[in-house]
């Protein structure tokens, strides 16, 4: 009767074991999720700034020598990514491509100019850095004019600023929710325990021994719950990924692996603050209060 009673709790005791990793590994896995996307959120935005064209109109007189050795010169400056010389013959297809093939019918001569197209380093790509560049730009004496989309610039930054915003709060909640949940879970699991933990107090066990099995169980659940929800962060990432090139360019894989470490350390920091927080507690409490 006594083994098969044994049996039954130590069944229990890994059931219980077992939810507790299971529910830390999914908390885990959300927290490490919006850490991803908030870490490549840089890499992002980046993106998106560096894949925005300014166009250099040049004046009427300027050849096309001339032109090549402007862009050749323009893509010399530390601040621009790519230059591209754009013919006129070039800049009459693309206008066909938004106009219609008639649209020069009109004029007895092209009036599409040559022009160069520019993307600038995402650090310059703000409304006042722009600025400093369109004016350096029209001091050249080829130059007759500089256009980008100022009103998507202001909205790019603005969005970007909100969304870091958001996503900062989101971890922050995530953090507190996360451990709220684990440490429930662990409460859960030791509380399960707490006759163990009031015999050994009452045999002058001090708290540090009586913590001390708790706590490598505490470090053993955090490491195994971080590398489950490590594990499902990466599979889920390499689905996402895959056959995008540009998810894959934009994902950097060395803020996933500090992601990651940081979630198994997070894991066994939790687990470890938890189990001491209610060891302290449960050793401590009257014989009476066991029952409840």
């Known amino acids: 009767m006594k083994s098969k009673g044994k049996n039954i709790v130590h069944k ?25 996307f908030a870490a490549n959120a840089g890499s992002v935005a980046r993106w998106f700034k560096e894949n925005m064209a300014v166009s250099v109109l040049l004046k009427q007189s300027v050849s096309e020598k001339e032109g090549r050795a402007l862009a050749d010169e323009l893509a010399a400056r530390p601040d621009v990514k790519e230059s591209r010389f754009i013919s006129k013959e ?10 219609g093939d008639d649209f020069l019918s009109v004029f007895e001569s092209s009036p599409i100019p040559i022009s160069i197209e520019l993307k600038l380093d995402g650090g310059v790509v703000t409304p006042d850095s722009l600025s400093v560049v ?9 130059v007759e004019e500089v256009v980008y989309q100022e009103t998507l610039v202001e909205t790019l930054n603005s969005n970007l600023r909100r969304i870091s915003l958001i996503l900062g709060i989101a ?9 709220a949940l684990i440490g429930n ?22 708290r540090s021994f009586i913590a001390r099995p708790f706590v490598w169980h505490a470090v053993i659940q955090g490491v195994v719950s971080g590398l489950i929800a490590c594990g499902l962060l990466y599979g889920l990432l390499k689905l996402l990924t895959r056959g995008s090139d540009l998810l894959t360019r934009l994902l950097d894989m060395r803020i ?20 001491l927080a209610v060891v302290s507690r449960v050793a401590y409490i009257s014989k009476d209060d066991l029952y409840y």
């Open 12 to 36: 229990r005791l890994i059931r219980s074991y077992v939810t507790s990793v299971i529910s830390i590994s999914l908390v885990l896995l959300l927290v490490a999720g919006v850490a991803v």
């Open 90 to 99: 070039e800049g009459a297809e693309e206008m066909k491509g938004l106009l």
């Open 134 to 142: 369109k004016e350096q730009l029209l001091q050249h004496r080829f």
């Open 171 to 179: 971890i922050v909640l995530l953090l507190i929710i996360s451990f």
């Open 185 to 206: 879970t662990v409460r859960l699991n030791i509380y399960a325990r707490r006759f163990t933990i009031h015999t050994m107090s009452l045999v002058g066990a001090k």
């Open 256 to 275: 996933v692996w500090g992601v990651m470490a940081g979630t198994v350390v997070l894991g066994v920091i939790i687990c470890i603050l938890s189990t």
